[in-house]
């Protein structure tokens, strides 16, 4: 940075530098202080470009209700009440749509974004959906990075926003090629998986957590027992675990994570740094690494989901609530049907929420169709037969 600082100064005085060996015995070139020297690097154009374009996103956060809270139907002698929060009604259709706000939100109040910037994103899909939404917004060109097997549907939803996708065959290549093409066109790495846990204000100011428990008020267990969330960049259990706490409520905080995925292992383990090297088959969760917004320490239990149970429990949440979900709210199902079962098991009442991350017509192609399900070998009648059995009375199986 010293050698960056010296060739850019400027202003009033004169600056003196000197040549000092550096680790590898190449001379570094560093600034000596010089008394009244003066350095000017503010831009009024462009703050004034910023602040219309927080403008702009607030905007879209004040025409955008917040999303709605179903119940799904349990027997009512269980007295255990299961509500979906639905994240699909976005304007974009997913969770994501959150997590993109919050950072370009956080990304233009540092500084990093500026008129004409290009802004790069390592996605799977639905949060690069929303940041190419975001971007339109402030007409600003859009990159994702993304593995080669995303679904059709959601390239297409990126490109309708003015996005364009670039491709890699592996999904842990995807962190170095977004940060390369940010580098070669002097734009801005948005970096979902380091940024998403303190891009969100978790005290409050109309986050996930706090609009769940305001939207519990007049049930009859206004204080949920448990929150049920996947991992994908982790900053939505950061939110809310750190938020539970904050507020001083005894919510439990349970994170699902699909077959491969780093995160339960490397939280099995207390290895921050745990890595599989392997892409999920469910998209928007899990990871083949953790990642560095995944805070650990807010997690109360962990749960790892075969991908058959997750596309089991997503077809499941269609016959039950009328409602196309993807295969990242199937994983959220699971496990939430999971912990009721062990709630009514211990004979204990109260609420569980999750979400429903996204809508099912973005894999028509994929989780929807037979003939992709089969050629996955994956068998999904036994879920259905345990699910089915389990709401009609019996008790829980499965992992």
Same mark, same amino acid.
């Given at each position: 940075?010293? &050698?960056?600082n010296? =060739?850019?100064?400027?202003?009033?005085?004169?600056?003196?530098?000197?040549?000092?060996?550096? +680790?590898?015995? #190449? %001379?570094? @070139?560093?600034?000596?202080?010089?008394?009244?020297?003066?350095l000017?690097?503010?831009?009024?154009?462009?703050r004034?470009?910023?602040?219309?374009a927080?403008?702009?996103?607030?905007?879209? =956060?004040?025409?955008s209700?917040? $999303? *709605?809270?179903?119940?799904?139907?349990?027997?009512?002698?269980?007295?255990?009440?299961?509500?979906?929060?639905?994240?699909?009604? *976005? %304007?974009? &259709?997913?969770?994501?749509? @959150?997590?993109a706000?919050s950072?370009?939100?956080?990304?233009?109040?540092?500084?990093?974004?500026?008129?004409?910037?290009?802004?790069?994103?390592?996605?799977?899909?639905?949060?690069?959906?929303?940041?190419?939404?975001?971007?339109?917004?402030?007409?600003?060109?859009?990159?994702?990075?993304?593995p080669?097997?995303?679904s059709?549907?959601?390239?297409?939803?990126?490109?309708?926003?003015?996005?364009?996708?670039?491709?890699?065959?592996?999904?842990?290549?995807?962190?170095?090629a977004?940060?390369?093409?940010?580098?070669?066109?002097?734009?801005?790495?948005?970096?979902?998986?380091?940024?998403?846990?303190?891009? $969100?204000?978790?005290?409050?100011?109309?986050?996930? =957590?706090?609009?769940?428990?305001?939207?519990?008020? *007049?049930?009859?267990?206004?204080? +949920?027992?448990?929150?049920? /969330?996947?991992?994908?960049?982790?900053?939505?259990? #950061?939110?809310?675990?750190?938020?539970?706490?904050?507020?001083?409520? %005894?919510?439990?905080?349970?994170?699902?994570?699909?077959?491969?995925?780093?995160?339960?292992?490397?939280?099995?383990?207390? #290895?921050?740094?745990?890595?599989?090297?392997?892409?999920?088959?469910?998209?928007?969760?899990?990871?083949?690494?953790?990642?560095?917004?995944?805070?650990?320490?807010?997690?109360?239990?962990?749960i790892?989901?075969?991908?058959? =149970?997750?596309?089991a429990?997503?077809?499941?949440?269609?016959?039950?609530?009328?409602?196309?979900?993807? &295969?990242?709210?199937? $994983?959220?199902?699971w496990? #939430?049907?999971?912990?009721?079962?062990?709630?009514?098991?211990?004979?204990?009442?109260?609420?569980?929420?999750?979400?429903?991350?996204?809508?099912?017509?973005?894999?028509?192609? $994929?989780?929807?169709?037979?003939?992709? /399900?089969?050629?996955?070998?994956?068998?999904?009648?036994?879920?259905?037969?345990?699910i089915?059995?389990?709401?009609?009375?019996s008790?829980?199986?499965? +992992?």
């Amino acid at each position: 940075m010293a &050698g960056v600082n010296a =060739a850019n100064v400027g202003g009033h005085g004169t600056s003196r530098s000197r040549a000092t060996p550096g +680790p590898s015995g #190449a %001379p570094l @070139r560093i600034l000596d202080a010089v008394p009244g020297q003066e350095l000017d690097r503010s831009r009024p154009d462009d703050r004034r470009w910023c602040a219309e374009a927080i403008r702009r996103v607030e905007a879209d =956060a004040n025409r955008s209700a917040d $999303t *709605h809270l179903h119940i799904f139907p349990l027997p009512g002698d269980w007295h255990i009440e299961l509500y979906l929060k639905d994240e699909s009604t *976005h %304007p974009t &259709g997913s969770l994501k749509h @959150r997590l993109a706000r919050s950072l370009f939100l956080y990304a233009l109040a540092s500084g990093w974004v500026h008129e004409n910037t290009t802004v790069v994103e390592a996605s799977s899909g639905s949060t690069a959906v929303s940041e190419a939404y975001f971007a339109k917004l402030l007409g600003l060109p859009f990159v994702a990075v993304m593995p080669r097997s995303t679904s059709r549907e959601k390239v297409e939803l990126i490109e309708r926003q003015g996005g364009r996708c670039h491709f890699v065959e592996r999904g842990p290549d995807v962190y170095d090629a977004a940060q390369r093409l940010a580098e070669g066109c002097d734009g801005h790495y948005m970096d979902q998986f380091t940024y998403a846990e303190r891009a $969100t204000d978790w005290r409050g100011n109309n986050n996930i =957590a706090e609009s769940i428990f305001d939207q519990l008020g *007049h049930e009859p267990h206004p204080v +949920p027992s448990w929150i049920v /969330v996947g991992a994908g960049t982790g900053g939505t259990s #950061a939110t809310i675990g750190r938020y539970v706490r904050y507020r001083r409520h %005894p919510t439990r905080l349970a994170v699902v994570d699909p077959e491969g995925s780093a995160f339960f292992p490397g939280w099995q383990a207390g #290895a921050v740094d745990y890595t599989t090297g392997l892409a999920s088959r469910i998209e928007g969760i899990g990871r083949p690494r953790v990642e560095a917004s995944f805070v650990p320490t807010v997690v109360d239990r962990m749960i790892q989901v075969p991908d058959a =149970a997750s596309i089991a429990a997503m077809r499941l949440a269609r016959q039950a609530t009328g409602r196309w979900v993807g &295969g990242s709210t199937g $994983t959220n199902l699971w496990g #939430a049907l999971q912990i009721v079962a062990q709630m009514r098991a211990a004979g204990e009442q109260g609420s569980v929420v999750t979400l429903i991350c996204d809508g099912g017509e973005r894999y028509g192609r $994929t989780y929807e169709d037979d003939a992709w /399900v089969a050629v996955e070998g994956l068998e999904l009648a036994p879920h259905l037969e345990a699910i089915g059995a389990f709401l009609a009375g019996s008790g829980w199986y499965g +992992p």
